[in-house]
């Protein structure tokens, strides 16, 4: 004999607590994290968090699954039918949007930060400085956010220590533009040609370098280059947004928000002169440039491994304590040695 089909309202009645914490228990089991978000908000997600999208090797992109997934993958289908399921999953909800689940996708996730940092507090920060850069930027200091940031970033001065930064750094030029092979190509360029950065102003002068060739060729565009190996020959104090949990322990969730959110880390055309986008982390480069850090580390938004750049915001240390080793032409996969004399 057959198991009489029930209708949604006999599933209702025979569940009146629902199904929602079962299936948290199970998302919590699995991923020891909450739902960041489902297919309805995922954009609106990505656009607060965009550096979530690659960080941890993709751990935001490889979380993703469909609901029925996890009822077909976990205890849940021991405990109720898929006529049930289907019934009762319609009564979760999104905890960002509030869409039902139902034949809906999900994202277990956590951003990575240590401290219960309220991410939609957070956002609301967000909205204030976005709306800022795009009136009255240079009223930053208004904000109470921007001014407790820059508070933050002169008290960190006194506890980093100074390093001598032993890796090779690269510096990378369109290969069309390069009008001679020799290293004077790769310093800084003159003023009058100098656009808005992500840490510099307009014909304000500051050294960008990467870790490595590739981040240096995924930075301009992934045009046929030239690559100059370089090496800072004195020891500096770098504000380091890439592991503040190491560098910067007694504010590390507060500059790991801001890394994560688009604030900072939001990918932009790199053309055009007019781009609010950088508003904020310009901000964090006066800021760091006013307590006399020498460069900022930080996380390319273009490829996230291991990689990261270095902006160096200290003339002296881009006038005189750099060294160029070698000239490459890189194409993104095969590095010639041009083996140029200085």
Known sequence: MQNKTLSKNEILEKFPHGIETDFMTEIDSWFSTDI????????????????????????????????????????????????????????????????????????????????????????????????LSQTTPFLLLKNKFASEVHDILHSLYDSTKSINLEQTLYRARISTQVSKLHYDEFKVAPKKFIGEGRYNHAGEQVLYLASDMETCFNEIGKELCYIAEINISKEIKILDLTEPYEAHQEHEDILNALIFSALMSKQISTTGY???????????ADCAKSAQFDAIKYPSTKAMKENYNLVIINKDIYTNNTEFNNLYLFDGNTNINLKINT
């Not at 039918?81 to 999900?106: G, Q, W, Y």
């Not at 007019?274 to 964090?284: D, Q, T, V, W």
């Open 36 to 131: 960041a978000c489902c297919f309805e908000c995922v954009n609106d997600y990505l656009e607060y968090w965009p550096l979530a999208y690659e960080a941890n090797d993709a751990e935001f992109q490889k979380n993703s699954m469909e609901t029925k997934y996890i009822y077909e993958s976990t205890i849940l289908k021991d405990l109720y039918t898929e006529e049930e399921f289907d019934v009762l999953i319609d009564e979760v909800h999104c905890p960002r949007c509030h869409a039902s689940f139902k034949d809906n996708m999900i994202w277990p996730y956590d951003l990575p930060f240590l401290s219960d940092i309220d991410t939609f507090e957070f956002e609301c920060k967000i909205e204030e400085i976005t709306t």
């Open 274 to 284: 007019n781009k609010p986008a950088y508003i904020f982390s310009r901000f964090i």
